[in-house]
């Protein structure tokens, strides 16, 4: 056994430089290999993450848009009552004021004569 060692000293004292330089040149591919992996693994990750941020920016957007288009709707909704209601109070108030009308008590705006509207003389 001492024998192998004897000789794998002389090559070693014969031979350093070189070996060193394989060994270096084994190290570095190995670190530059292991960089590339965690280049490629961090170039993976932001692609990951842009699309996550696309995606949640899209779903925000789409979330507002909804929201937008329901409070629309409720204000259209609203409003359609808002309609409905002053129509119906309008009717019964015409109803009202024509009963009121022909009992001859309370003049209703749709009661007054047409001859209102026309300019009055003024008296000086």
């Known amino acids: 056994g001492d024998d192998n060692w004897g000789e794998l000293a002389g090559v070693w004292h014969e ?13 570095l591919v190995y ?14 990750a932001a692609v990951a993450q842009l699309r ?8 925000e957007r789409e979330r507002v848009q909804r929201e937008q288009r329901e409070r629309r709707e409720m204000i259209e909704q609203q ?6 209601r002053t129509a119906a109070a309008a009717a019964a108030a015409a109803e009202q ?23 009055q003389e003024t008296h000086l």
């Open 15 to 27: 031979h350093w430089d070189v070996l060193l330089i394989g060994v270096l040149s084994l190290l």
């Open 31 to 44: 670190v530059c290999h292991r960089q590339m992996q965690y280049h490629a693994l961090y170039h993976a």
């Open 52 to 59: 996550a941020d696309r995606a949640r920016e899209e779903a």
């Open 79 to 84: 409003q359609q009552l808002h309609r409905e």
């Open 97 to 119: 004021g024509t009963a009121a009308a022909g009992a001859g008590s309370v003049s209703t705006p749709a009661a007054r004569p047409a001859n209102d509207a026309e300019p």
